[in-house]
């Protein structure tokens, strides 16, 4: 039960600057919880000059660099907005590395596909940066400031396929577009493949590839963003039967799994039960997550 | 400098516990701070089967506080005794199940079962949560019940029973005494209060639940208000919380008449705040020439 | 778009006033707002004869609020007609005169008193006032005597009533209903809630009274809740009241179910508040297509 | 009743600077304002960076300088240590002038007596600034950095008698002893005048010096500080039959005269009513105040 490492810590602002419009970069110098970094986790920050607001603000871990991390936010509120109105040298109160993470991609293993909506891409880069394989990034927003970190994916030597939805940037639509066309090509190339084979004697590795488990363990998808989003990358990951871990955005009151408040409704063997997005999450497999119950 | 008191017959090493709700099973914080230095630990509302919860939205942010109406999920008690008992009962300090029922056997019921669990510090009686259909409030707001659940509970446990007072009544003098002519060892004042609040975009309650409870700052002065009125109606000790931050808060409500507190919301943002309290607490002893945490309980000076 | 409102037979230009005890007389702000861009001006507690008041400290901050215990200091009936009445006359807005009593029969009195003054735009009945021995609360917990009030008052002036309701009982329906059937032409919901804060140093209560009234932002969650509740048991037009302090709280107090609002402690802190909830209650109606300003009362979307 | 002409504005900060030890001096840009101060007059003063505090504060003004006004305070809990953290270029809420001042002394007038404790201080300068006549200031205070503004008095060319409670500036002891033994002074002085020319044949002028009324005429007192400081002064005055203004400092909620927050006891003609010290005062008659049923 104890199974995440977290520490509660003051930690100093390195920086603290706008990247694009509304978006914002926070450095914070925290070498122990730096060290505990997993892809995918999160860290509960307590803006001070907050008025008559109490509650700290969960985000995603964005970058470990030596002993600082950062985080990637966008100014949505009263949080946010005093965040960004800090400076270096102040001082914020984290409590991190929260959550259970994204699994690790293995080499050799399934190809991960990531697709992230606006802040999204904040829980996607250290994903990339640790992975050995590299694979594609399918980033979405409403418009051209909204798409984060492009730059830094493609640093990475990483597939980036932008979409906005005003066609400002990269292709017109939802990141589920480009998705779903990849999907769909890997899936005829492997029917091609399939087909190919058939006619030919069956090689012990293209057999595996006839099998539905082929297909899914081929690619990974990992997810982050607006929960309608999620939910149609969910969908599309088992049309395609595809392996999905989704980072749920929950609203938090205490992070650490006490009040209950950010509970989704998750699979059990017999039912479902409602699961911590700060605990057992925020990372969940797609195929648990009882999207009827959701609102 | 004793800061030890007694609830009951259940002492505790210094007067600051946790609130119910607020610290989980306390595992959950077992990485933070060091659950021993506690004055206990109060885990959340148990009832004997599993509860799923309200849906969310559960909680939302208002001013100086929080609503919330968790609708007291929960693993039941066989659930609670295999995921969180072995951790607890490692604890030195005691733990106190806050429990309730949807009918007085259950509450009975689910005492009985902690009774004969042994190790258990006390029981809390939740007859207050606002956030249930059944249960709850329903039982703390109506006089005869609450006897009834106090009484049922005692006649199945010597173990000390906290009353968890609602705070929805129009006075509480009346349903403080009931509490203890029905042998309650003390009350827990106060739960949280009625409320709600509404998105004027989508013209949607905040709360999936529609009301919640009003927990948090915004609520210490009406809390100390009924921690003094309770304290001139009864004679059994009462844990006095709501919106405590520092220790500050945490005296005013042992002045007020509190033998003890409990730290609630405030766990949500500063974990560290039931050790700050006590350390706040050995300060202002210090600093007035007090002997003993008992000599705060009751001082305000209000001419009779 | 209309903005204007009906409280009873009382048209008011708009559905934003000034809560009783935090606007004075009116006059005091005339220079720093333009009093005739108010729904109507809500004056101080009146009782027949002039009433010193509570000794002093009679206020004090509390998180997100304040608690008063003012104990309804006032000129009496004679002294705000000579003082006050000859300013107010002169608005082209209503005033409302908040008034009380001891007895039942001195309610009565002071309403037939300003009934026959003339001019009057409606009385409100303070029933609620937590801060005064004799008077005010008792008579809104209780609801005989809250029925009586009104029906006493409602046989003397046809001015519209508007009973001035408690929130310390434990469920405001009936009360809210008891009003209504007595003759109550609206409600206002609510009063400030029974509160104690005590400095830690001295152990004295902070206010003279020892106990107060909480106000502000951090009782607006509880406020919303029993504007719900009571727009559910009566037909008649609730004024809501309790923290507001800009146009989203006041319209969230609409979409729960009220025809109208009233500023009260933000006026301390922020006179403008008033003017500004008007304006953007005029922005909001745009932003969203409506053309009558009670769409949006009562638009909470609830599922029943 | 519309007696005090006041305004709301947000103003500027122009210089926010420690002036000794817990005291700072707040210069606001204010041009509408500045016109308009009497001496003994306030500031209501809204601090936005408050958390969960949402009154004003009140302050003296203490010196009006051209289009600005300036107040001299003392960081004794939340509003003043926000206020001092706020820096030049910074806006507070103001509401101001408010109160009713100190009678204006006259050329040719009684001598003023000006009496202060501590920031008590602030409320004096303008006074004594304007006065056509200069006069003695007894400024007290706990120890040498409660004594405030000494160089500004002198440079008005008034008499400065320091008293310090542990005697580490000026006399030891309270502002109360050099009181005492100025108007002792003068009253002896007056009754060897008396006595003289009562022994002389009796011009006009020491004609009027006989009677009471003409004692009393000779000096005003004007007082701010602590309450026991100027109930003592109060007291003082009364037995020497002085006319003494003091300016109470009660807590305040809204400033303006509509919440009662603020009342202390005056005597009325058959008894005493509860009158603000916001509206009525902050300057009151010593004579009228009952200071039996205040605390
Ligand atoms: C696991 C997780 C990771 C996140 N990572 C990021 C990130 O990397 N970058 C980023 O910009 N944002 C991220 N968010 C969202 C971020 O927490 C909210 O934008 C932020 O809390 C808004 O606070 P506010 O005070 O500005 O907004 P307000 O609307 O004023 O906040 C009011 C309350 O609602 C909560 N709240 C509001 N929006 C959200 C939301 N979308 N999710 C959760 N709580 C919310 C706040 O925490 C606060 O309690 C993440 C959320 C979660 C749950
Ligand atoms: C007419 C008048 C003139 C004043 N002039 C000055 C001045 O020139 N310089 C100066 O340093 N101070 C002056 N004060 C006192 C000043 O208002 C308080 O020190 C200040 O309000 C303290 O606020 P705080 O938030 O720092 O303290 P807190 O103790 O945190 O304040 C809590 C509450 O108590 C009130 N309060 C606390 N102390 C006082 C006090 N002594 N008087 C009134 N209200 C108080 C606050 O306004 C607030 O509402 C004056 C007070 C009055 C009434
Ligand atoms: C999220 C949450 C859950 C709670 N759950 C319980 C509960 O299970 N049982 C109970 O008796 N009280 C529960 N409470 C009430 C608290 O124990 C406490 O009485 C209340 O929060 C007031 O204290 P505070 O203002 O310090 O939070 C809960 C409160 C919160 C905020
Ligand atoms: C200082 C003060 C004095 C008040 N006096 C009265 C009063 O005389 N009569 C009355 O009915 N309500 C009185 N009230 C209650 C207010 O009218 C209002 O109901 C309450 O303050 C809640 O609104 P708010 O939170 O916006 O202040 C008073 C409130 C305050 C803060
Ligand atoms: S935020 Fe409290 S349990 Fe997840
Ligand atoms: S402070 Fe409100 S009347 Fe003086």
Redesign the interface.
Same mark, same amino acid.
């Given at each position: 039960m104890l199974a995440v490492p977290m520490l509660e810590q003051t930690v100093q602002i390195v920086s603290n600057e706008r990247d694009t419009d509304s978006y914002f970069r926070l450095v914070l110098r925290a070498p122990q919880i730096a060290a505990l970094i997993q892809p995918g986790q999160f860290a509960h920050v307590r803006v001070a000059p907050l008025k008559d607001a109490l509650l700290r603000r969960p985000f995603s871990i964005f970058q470990v660099s030596g002993d600082t991390f950062s985080i990637l936010y966008k100014t949505v509120g009263q949080g946010t907005d005093a965040l960004a109105r800090m400076g270096a040298g102040g001082e914020v109160s984290v409590i991190a590395p929260l959550g259970h993470g994204f699994t690790a991609p293995q080499r050799g293993g399934e190809t991960p596909l990531l697709v992230a909506g606006g802040y999204g891409m904040a829980a996607m880069y250290l994903l990339a940066q640790r992975s050995p394989q590299k694979g594609i990034v399918f980033v979405g927003g409403r418009k051209r400031v909204d798409i984060l970190c492009e730059k830094e994916f493609k640093a990475l030597g990483w597939d980036v396929r932008v979409t906005t939805e005003d066609g400002s940037h990269g292709e017109k639509g939802l990141v589920t577009k480009p998705l779903l066309a990849e999907l769909r090509s890997r899936r005829s190339n492997e029917a091609q493949t399939e087909k190919l084979e058939i006619g030919n004697r069956k090689s012990e590795i293209s057999q595996s590839l006839l099998t539905p488990a082929a297909t899914r363990q081929k690619v990974r998808i990992y997810a982050c963003g607006p929960t309608p989003m999620l939910k149609a990358v969910g969908k599309i990951a088992g049309d395609f039967n595809v392996p999905a871990e989704l980072s749920m955005d929950e609203h938090m009151c205490c992070g650490v799994g006490v009040c209950l408040t950010c509970v989704i409704p998750v699979q059990t063997g017999d039912g479902w039960e409602y699961q911590r997005t700060c605990t057992e999450g925020p990372v969940f497999d797609a195929r648990n997550i009882v999207w009827e119950t959701m609102k | 400098m004793n800061l030890s008191v007694q609830i009951g017959k259940l002492k505790l090493q210094n007067p600051v516990m946790v609130a119910s709700?607020?610290?989980?099973y306390g595992?959950?914080?077992? @990485?933070?701070l060091d659950l021993n230095q506690l004055g206990a630990v109060v885990v959340?509302g148990i009832r004997l089967d599993?509860v =799923?919860?309200n849906?969310? &939205? =559960?909680?939302v942010?208002?001013?100086?506080?929080?609503?919330?109406a968790?609708g007291l @999920?929960g693993p039941g008690v066989d659930g609670f005794i295999r995921?969180y008992w072995p951790?607890l009962k490692t604890l030195k300090v005691p733990t106190i199940i806050n429990l309730w029922g949807t009918t007085v056997e259950e509450y009975a019921e689910v005492a009985r079962r902690f009774d004969a669990l042994g190790g258990v510090g006390a029981l809390e009686l939740n007859v207050s949560c606002p956030n249930i259909k059944k249960g709850g409030a329903q039982f703390g707001?109506d006089l005869k019940l609450l006897a009834q659940v106090v009484a049922d509970c005692r006649k199945v446990t010597k173990l000390p029973l906290i009353t968890k007072m609602s705070p929805?009544?129009?006075s509480i003098a009346p349903f403080a005494r009931a509490a203890e002519d029905a042998g309650s060892d003390a009350l827990s004042i106060m739960n949280s209060?009625?409320?709600?609040?509404?998105d004027?975009e989508?013209?949607? &309650?905040k709360l999936?639940n529609?009301?919640g409870g009003?927990t948090?700052?915004?609520?210490? &002065?009406?809390a100390?208000?009924l921690v003094?009125e309770a304290a001139k109606a009864v004679k059994i000790p009462i844990i006095g919380m709501g919106?405590i931050q520092n220790a %500050?808060d945490a005296?005013?409500f042992m002045?007020?008449g509190a033998a003890a507190v409990a730290v609630g919301?405030a766990?949500?943002?500063?974990? @560290?705040t039931p050790l700050q309290v006590i350390a706040g607490i050995r300060e202002?002893m210090e600093k007035h020439g007090l002997k003993d945490v008992d000599e705060i309980t009751g001082?305000? %000076?209000?001419k009779k």
């Open positions: - | 709700g607020t610290f989980g595992v959950e914080y077992a @990485q933070l959340k599993p =799923r919860g849906a969310t &939205p =559960r909680t942010e208002v001013a100086s506080g929080l609503i919330n968790i @999920q995921k951790f707001t929805n009544v129009a209060y009625p409320a709600m609040a509404i004027i989508t013209r949607k &309650p999936a529609v009301t009003l948090g700052p915004c609520i210490k &002065p009406i100390i208000k003094w919106g %500050a005296i005013e002045v007020a919301t766990n949500f943002y500063e974990p @560290q202002f001082s305000v %000076a209000v």
